[in-house]
């Protein structure tokens, strides 16, 4: 029996609908939600580093998933990151696949570009987070990074927090935050700087979406009642985590695997308990509360989990399909 697998490039995904942040903030939230029911087996990422030693320049991400329900669509992310290439710029900095199968057959069904769902799915989930925690009324975010992620944040925040009236662009390169900043003009007033004091200072919400390796965030910069969104491993100090009055992750599963999470160094140290760390999950299916009071000050982290590309890669598949995009590859003819 020949076997027919779609093969989207980035192109055919942006054709299908992944720049919708609308659609992938409704499908995030599902993701979620499905997760805190048992819908979704989601084991921790796969992570090696190359060449093997202390300071490897390429690193490698596997993360298989199944996601029940109404989706019922199992699939991987393949993803990788290469120091060589940020700092070249001939190529991203990350390249991802992501693949589906046929949850009877066991057939591949689907090979996509991942690029793109990871830039989306990762604010989406900042979004969701947000709409949960985010202080009453927020009209100033101040985000640190200006680079893929910098842009589908706003988009995000944008999208969930009706009020936000300014945001705050900080990068290191300020001719990078300037160039973001007016691909939003008319949309929302975004001030370029290279000052992350500045930028944090009085935010209500404030973001970071950096590949810094070593913390910036100072906990005397967050203001009662602001929320702050990290979505690296260690950019805010411990005393941002000590003054939050809600630590929410993605996936503490995912989390407690990452040796440079100051989270999981936190824990280490007896400096914050497990049982005071709590799972996007769980808020959205409302098994914890989200915000609850306009002085308090939420922290969400997130590690990145490949079931939110799968719940994605399965809604494009599909509108690819009834769009008629992407190019149809044969594994075989018939299987010997």
């Not at 991802?96 to 996509?112: H, K």
């Not at 002085?295 to 009834?322: N, P, Q, V």
Request: proline share 4%; net charge negative.
């Amino acid at each position: 029996m020949k076997t027919e697998i779609l093969f989207m490039q980035q192109e055919d995904v942006i054709a299908a609908g992944i720049l919708n942040m609308g659609k992938v903030l409704e499908m995030v939230e599902k993701a979620f939600y499905l997760e805190g029911h048992g819908e979704i087996i989601n084991p921790p990422k796969t992570v090696f580093g190359i060449p093997i030693g202390s300071n490897p320049q390429s690193h490698f991400f596997s993360m298989p998933v199944y996601i029940g329900g109404d989706v019922n669509r199992p699939g991987i992310k393949w993803a990788a990151e290469s120091m060589a290439n940020a700092k070249t710029g001939d190529l991203p900095m990350g390249i991802d696949l992501v693949i589906l199968s046929d949850p009877v057959t066991v057939q591949p069904v689907a090979i996509m570009d991942g690029m793109v769902i990871t830039a989306m799915r990762t604010a989406a989930a900042a979004g969701v987070a947000a709409k949960y925690l985010a202080p009453k009324g927020a009209k100033v975010a101040g985000c640190v990074g200006a680079g893929v992620i910098g842009r589908t944040m706003i988009m995000a925040l944008k999208q969930v927090i009706p009020s936000l009236e300014q945001v705050k662009l900080c990068d290191l390169n300020l001719q990078k935050a300037e160039k973001l900043a007016a691909e939003f003009e008319g949309e929302i007033q975004v001030i370029p700087t290279n000052n992350v004091e500045e930028t944090v200072i009085d935010a209500d919400i404030i973001t970071t979406m950096t590949t810094s390796r070593k913390p910036f965030v100072k906990a005397e910069w967050v203001k009662s009642g602001a929320m702050v969104i990290q979505m690296s491993s260690w950019e805010v100090e411990a005393g941002v985590v000590k003054k939050a009055n809600k630590v929410v992750v993605d996936s503490w599963d995912q989390m407690k695997e990452n040796d440079l999470s100051v989270i999981k160094q936190m824990v280490q140290k007896g400096d914050l308990d497990e049982k005071n760390i709590w799972a996007l999950n769980e808020v959205v299916c409302g098994k914890k509360p989200g915000r609850e009071k306009d002085d308090e000050i939420t922290l969400f982290s997130s590690r990145g989990m490949g079931c939110l590309d799968i719940i994605i890669g399965d809604y494009l598949y599909k509108e690819a399909l009834k769009k008629g995009l992407g190019q149809k590859l044969v594994l075989w003819d018939e299987a010997k």
